[in-house]
């Protein structure tokens, strides 16, 4: 079975500071990856997707994550993040092909300060 | 954009009630999903559904749960008995994708059960 880990449980940086938050997974075959924001009082958006190709893949609001198959890792990026990026960030994986179900990872709080 | 839409946002109930909860899937899409998240925890993977049948279920999916697309537009998952740590908010998602298999999520149902 899929699992995702996500390493950081709660980030704060200041405003126009770079983000990473880490991911990796765990499993054996192909692979779609997400990353999801969550609000504060909200539902889950989804941030970016990798399915296949460029495994550098751009998302809304300037976030980007990166496919590293070799380390089963999809980092999520921004280079300058901005107050309204407060929010809990998911990683996911399900299996490519078919209709599988999502794994999610635990969640990483950011707190971006003003 | 079409979307997923669930009702209600938020439900209270007794606990040892039944509760349903509601989803409208995008209307081509043929694989449906719940999940839930605890507050706090993560999302967590409960039931997929199709063709009027229950592809996979978790753990968590026990004996208190069932779903049901009751006509050509609704998906509804009930709990029977309702328990006090079935508090959580419970997400719909749909995809119509086999390839891509990207889900789309509802807004949720927040459930609380006293």
């Known amino acids: 079975a899929q699992s995702v880990s996500q390493h950081n449980h709660h980030v704060i940086l200041s405003e126009a500071a770079s983000l990473e938050l880490g991911c990796n997974y765990s499993?054996?075959?192909?692979?779609?990856l997400f990353w999801y924001v969550q609000y504060p009082g909200q539902h889950l958006q989804l941030l970016l997707k990798?399915?296949?190709?460029?495994?550098l893949v751009k998302g809304i609001k300037g976030f980007e994550a990166e496919f590293i198959k070799s380390k089963f890792s999809f980092n999520l990026r921004k280079p300058s993040v901005q107050w309204s990026d407060t929010a809990e960030y998911f990683c996911?994986?399900?299996?490519?092909?078919?209709?599988?179900?999502?794994?999610f990872g635990t969640g990483t709080k950011l707190q971006v300060i003003p | 954009e079409p979307e997923v839409t669930q009702t209600p946002s938020h439900q209270v109930t007794q606990m040892g009630q039944e509760v349903i909860l509601r989803c409208v899937p995008i209307?081509?899409?043929?694989?449906f999903y719940w999940y839930r998240q605890i507050l706090g925890q993560k999302v967590e993977f409960l039931v997929s559904?199709?063709?009027?049948?229950?592809?996979?279920k978790s753990e968590i999916f026990d004996d208190q749960f069932s779903v049901e697309r009751p006509d050509g537009s609704n998906f509804t998952l009930k709990i029977r008995s309702t328990k006090l740590e079935d508090s959580a908010m419970y997400f719909c998602?749909?995809?119509?994708?086999?390839?891509?298999?990207?889900?789309?999520f509802g807004p949720g149902t927040r459930l609380t059960v006293t």
């Open positions: 559904f199709y063709n009027n049948e229950i592809s996979e």
């Open positions: 209307s081509n899409h043929l694989y």
């Open positions: 990798y399915f296949s190709g460029d495994p």
């Open positions: 499993y054996g075959g192909t692979v779609n």
């Open positions: 996911a994986v399900n299996k490519a092909g078919g209709y599988q179900k999502v794994t």
């Open positions: 998602a749909s995809t119509g994708d086999k390839k891509k298999n990207e889900q789309y």
